[in-house]
């Protein structure tokens, strides 16, 4: 490497660095050195104006700037004023310096003194650099070159009238547009031969014959045409249909994926919105890669950079020792990350198993480090809630072989994607499950996924201890579940499915008896949990497969009854309801009017949607009311121990088992079976209620009755009342 490459590379190591000091410190040494090569200078001094450093660029560039106009090179003496006028923008000097300059390199050119006058270049009032787009813009666009307008698309020069001050441009639309030059400098891009929409006028089958032979070309015509970057949809929009038939595209693109994964001169994103970047120099995917574990910041980002190794790591001829080393970094990050971030310590054990089955000669087994990690998690559910899907289903695989008691013990708790990895520990739990739906003690969660699969003809098929839950205890249960959820939120994916599932209500009472029937319907009647029209949306299902079941859409009088209720759930709704009516309606209200000022409230997507909240809103401050008016708030203080009233906690033996079991009988809002807590409406309760120790009671099974025993009656703790 000579002397001059030695000092630029020394001075582009500076400026990577952002070592600006330093960097302007070699220029100032170069330039006594090199004095007699100012052209070498003024290439240095664009390093700087590449590293985003104007005012830098410009003071340095001032200091050659008469030296290059002495030796006769008007180029570089033009782009040299070029940088100062970036950070001098107004500087009047300059102005007349840039006058002459462009005044002797186009001497020859008839056309500069127009372009000279429309560029506003003598005017104080334009700023320079948008002078000199103007002026480049025009002189560029010569007869017979090409130039790309936003919305007209590419067009070429037909010509350039000097003296009357137009420009004819044959666009698609138009093939002699005519305008002023001061229109065309600012909305005219000139483009060259080679961008890709010039090609596809002047050379669309060479363009077809090079997308078909050699994708990579195509693509990389692309990306020049458009700054080296262009999402995959603008790819998309510019070659499918006229480059590559429309019907082949997809097929096309997914080929030239896997061609451009292999080019190092190209940067594939992993979102579909990011733009593909054709790089100045190549980069290989493995380097990259690496460069980014190195400098990612904790494990989560760590296991993220991992989780992109391992798609190409089955391409790489020998990735041994790459792999040790992702492996060995993720441990040790592992070991700093605190155990109050479960989630980023399991995606991690799990990237750590991956990374382990590519290995020629695989370290420790990994799954002992993951079965830990779960153990170590109090939370179970929440945590297989929060984990990425693959991680998810690797921690339930685990957790079967090395924790399935755990797993069985805390299945109530978990969400429809986490009971949707382990359909078989559900069939092993089928008696339990049936148990909970007809105590009405099932999580929501569980009777979401229940409904939903019951729903089905090929989920009941693959999972055939689901019918005998296809049965009124069901519909009982999900009703239930809905009505003691804390608020809305919580029942919403019940709701959906309640109501989404058209044949549901149907099929669950299709077998039922007249009594059953009856009493569902006066359920769903006098429910609170549902408006009007749901109430009689649902009876309506149930009249497809029981007609007499109508009289109560027509004389439905149904005397609703006061609610017990905590005081702890009592207060969350009124808290809910004050805060609908002091904060949330006052704020819609001013939504709506601020959307009204906007106009025309035809089209007027912000008025819609402020209205569709003031309905919202309005719907639920209305039930809340109604729910509250109902609601006789207690802390059970008073609650009698002599039998199972309201407020008591109840221990019973199932007597069919031999196991106990604890519930806490409290207000109607209350229910979390997850606890042990039941509200008083439920039918396990409702079964207990008035009891006395010793007493042996029923509670509804789905062919014979189950009989518990009563063993014990007392206050439930203290801390549970407060927490409800």
Not at 69 to 80: D, I, P, S
Not at 302 to 316: C, G, N, P, S, Y
């Amino acid at each position: 490497m000579s002397s001059i490459q030695n000092h630029h590379q020394q001075l582009k190591d500076f400026l990577s660095r952002s070592d600006w000091d330093n960097a302007q410190a070699l220029w100032l040494e170069l330039a006594e050195q090199f004095s007699d090569q100012p052209e070498f200078l003024l290439l240095l001094v664009k390093e700087f104006a590449d590293a985003g450093q104007t005012e830098m660029a410009a003071e340095l560039a001032s200091l050659i700037a008469e030296s290059i106009k002495a030796a006769g090179k008007h180029h570089e003496w033009l782009y040299a004023l070029k940088l100062q006028a970036e950070a001098k923008p107004t500087d009047k000097p300059l102005r007349a310096e840039l006058l002459s300059a462009y005044s002797q390199l186009h001497e020859s050119d008839p056309r500069l003194r127009a372009i000279l006058t429309v560029s506003d270049l003598d005017q104080n009032r334009t700023p320079l650099p948008t002078a000199i787009a103007r002026i480049e813009t025009l002189l560029a666009l010569q007869v017979g070159t090409y130039c790309q307008h936003k919305s007209w698309g590419v067009g070429r020069v037909k010509s350039f009238d000097a003296t009357l001050g137009q420009i004819v441009v044959s666009f698609a639309h138009n093939p002699s547009h005519s305008m002023k030059l001061a229109y065309a400098a600012e909305s005219l891009a000139p483009v060259s031969i080679d961008h890709i929409e010039v090609r596809k006028l002047t050379d669309l089958d060479g363009l077809k014959r090079m997308a078909a032979e050699d994708p990579v070309a195509a693509l990389r015509l692309v990306l020049l045409s458009h700054h080296r970057a262009a999402t995959p949809e603008r790819i998309e929009g510019l070659l499918s249909g006229s480059v590559i038939p429309a019907d082949q595209w997809k097929k096309w693109w997914e080929n030239a994926r896997k061609l451009l994964k292999k080019d190092p001169h190209f940067d594939l994103p992993a979102k579909k919105t990011d733009p593909v970047i054709l790089r100045t120099a190549p980069v290989s995917q493995q380097d990259e890669i690496l460069e980014a574990f190195r400098d990612a910041k904790g494990l989560a980002q760590q296991t993220e950079v991992a989780r992109q190794f391992l798609k190409l790591v089955d391409e790489l001829e020998d990735a041994e020792l790459l792999i040790q080393e992702f492996q060995d970094a993720l441990l040790e990050s592992l070991k700093r990350t605190p155990a109050s971030r479960p989630v980023e310590r399991i995606e991690a054990a799990v990237v750590l198993e991956q990374l382990r089955e590519h290995q020629k000669s695989p370290t420790e087994d990994t799954a002992v480090l993951l079965a830990r990690l779960l153990s170590a998690s109090p939370h179970l559910s929440e945590v297989l809630d929060e984990l990425s899907t693959s991680a998810q289903r690797r921690a339930l695989a685990v957790l079967k072989i090395t924790d399935p008691d755990r797993l069985l013990r805390e299945l109530n708790r978990f969400s429809t994607r986490s009971l949707d990895e382990i359909p078989d520990v559900l069939a092993q739990k089928a008696d339990a499950i049936e148990q909970w739906v007809h105590n009405q003690t099932a999580g929501t969660e569980l009777l979401c996924w229940i409904c939903r699969n019951i729903s089905t003809p090929a989920s009941r098929k693959a999972h055939p201890w689901l019918d005998a839950l296809q049965t009124p205890a069901l519909l009982f249960a999900v009703i239930e579940s809905i009505e003691s959820a804390p608020n809305k939120s919580v029942s919403k994916k019940l709701r959906d499915v309640l109501f989404g599932e058209e044949e549901l209500v149907a099929d669950l009472l299709v077998q039922a008896d007249t009594e059953t029937v009856r009493k569902i319907t006066r359920l769903i009647l006098s429910s609170s949990a549902f408006e009007e029209l749901d109430r009689r949306s649902l009876v309506a299902r149930v009249v497809k497969v029981h007609p007499f079941v109508q009289e109560f859409l027509v004389t439905k009088t149904v005397k609703e009854q006061p609610l017990i209720v905590s005081w702890g759930s009592y207060n969350k709704r009124r808290a809910e309801l004050d805060d609908i009516i002091q904060k949330k309606i006052p704020q819609n209200s001013k939504e709506i009017g601020l959307a009204r000022s906007y106009g025309d409230l035809r089209e007027n997507f912000e008025f819609k949607a402020a209205k569709d909240m003031q309905r919202l809103l309005m719907r639920r401050r209305a039930e809340l009311e109604i729910l509250l008016s109902r609601a006789q708030p207690t802390d059970f203080a008073d609650a009698k121990t002599d039998i199972v009233s309201i407020g008591t906690s109840v221990t019973v033996t199932d007597l069919g088992t031999n196991r106990s079991q604890t519930y806490h009988i409290l207000g109607a809002w209350d229910g979390d079976p997850a606890r042990g807590i039941i509200s008083y409406p439920a039918a396990l309760a409702q079964t207990l209620l008035n009891k006395k120790v010793g007493d042996i009671v029923e509670a509804a099974g789905e062919t014979t009755p189950q009989k518990f025993r009563i063993d014990k009656i007392e206050k439930p703790p203290a801390e549970m009342v407060q927490s409800l």
